[in-house]
């Protein structure tokens, strides 16, 4: 694979970065993750602006590169001939040479800036969507600012452990007795025709697909309600589903061991799926 570190393409065994920056050492970074499908970049404008608004909030240089996303983005996908799969983007503040809990002065350092490639052949055509999959609730114990995309994932990976342990394929978080989000994906549920999701704070990540399923299912005349709902709530509906990058609309079919609707995935979000992904590869880019 053909890898890019601060402005050159290397091979993913030749890109090194220094045991001091601050990513590897204090998860001070941020990152995006964006789907190629036939080649081409789905949402990508969403992503940058959300990297920018990332960067933004935590008094992040933007990396001299900024400008120049896209074309990297597209040179990668080339370099590494994706048809489907993902691009993985992350900045980190860099480092000033030692460790500190204090931002280093912007003068006395660079950003780091890394993306790659993940090929993924039959992302769109995913088996298991067909099928649906199975969740667990857990508390919602991360930080208070999961509106920025950090790169801490330790407690979305420990959730997908005791997930994974349970015999299911992630986990839903709450709290205060509501569904915030998965560990890796915005949460839905759909009840009497009305599609129900999290209202966007600082509580959740503001889902790129999240957005841009809610434009079509308004634009398709279905009825959305944003607000929170609670396990008890979810396992009652009709259906239930998540969004993310990568697996764009994915239905859930049981949750805490209990079936949702027959068990089977809905027709909402099916339809859903099916909108987003003949949408978003046209506008692809
Ligand atoms: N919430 C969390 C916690 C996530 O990690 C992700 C995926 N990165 C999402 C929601 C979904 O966001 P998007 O649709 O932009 O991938």
């Known amino acids: 694979r053909t890898v890019y ?28 993750v964006t789907s190629v499908l036939g080649g081409k970049l789905i949402d990508f404008d969403g992503h940058l602006a959300r990297l920018e608004r990332s960067l ?3 008094d992040m240089e933007k990396p001299e590169a900024f400008d120049d996303l896209l074309d990297i983005h597209r040179k990668l996908v080339e370099l590494n001939g994706i048809d489907e799969g993902m691009i993985y983007l992350q900045v980190s503040r860099g480092s000033a040479g030692d460790r500190d809990f204090v931002f280093p002065d912007p003068e006395e350092t660079k950003p780091t800036l890394v993306l790659f ?30 509106d920025i995309k950090t790169v801490q994932l330790l407690y979305p990976s420990m959730g997908k452990m005791a997930a994974k342990k349970a015999g299911c394929d992630d ?53 959305v309600e ?28 049981e949750i805490d061991g209990t079936k949702v609707g027959d068990g089977k995935p809905g027709p909402v979000a099916k339809r859903l799926r099916e909108i987003y992904l003949e949408e978003s590869v046209k506008s692809g880019i």
């Open 171 to 223: 986990a839903w978080l709450v709290e205060d007795g509501q569904v915030t989000e998965g560990t890796s994906n915005n949460a839905y549920i759909v009840k009497d025709g009305t599609i129900i999701t999290r209202n966007l704070s600082q509580d959740i990540l503001h889902g790129i697909t999240r957005a841009a399923v809610l434009r079509f299912a308004r634009e398709a005349q279905m009825q």
């Open 5 to 32: 570190l601060n402005g050159e393409y290397l091979p993913e065994t030749e890109a090194k970065v220094s045991i001091f920056d601050r990513s590897f050492l204090m998860a001070d970074g941020v990152y995006e």
């Open 117 to 146: 490639t993940q090929n993924k052949p039959g992302l769109a055509d995913n088996p298991v969507a067909k099928k649906g999959i199975k969740v667990i609730s857990i508390e919602d114990i991360r930080w208070g600012r999961r």
């Open 56 to 58: 933004n909030e935590l």
């Open 226 to 253: 944003e607000r929170p709902f609670t396990i008890a709530e979810a396992q009652a509906a009709d259906e239930a589903f998540y969004t993310s990058a990568s697996s764009f609309v994915m239905p859930v079919v």
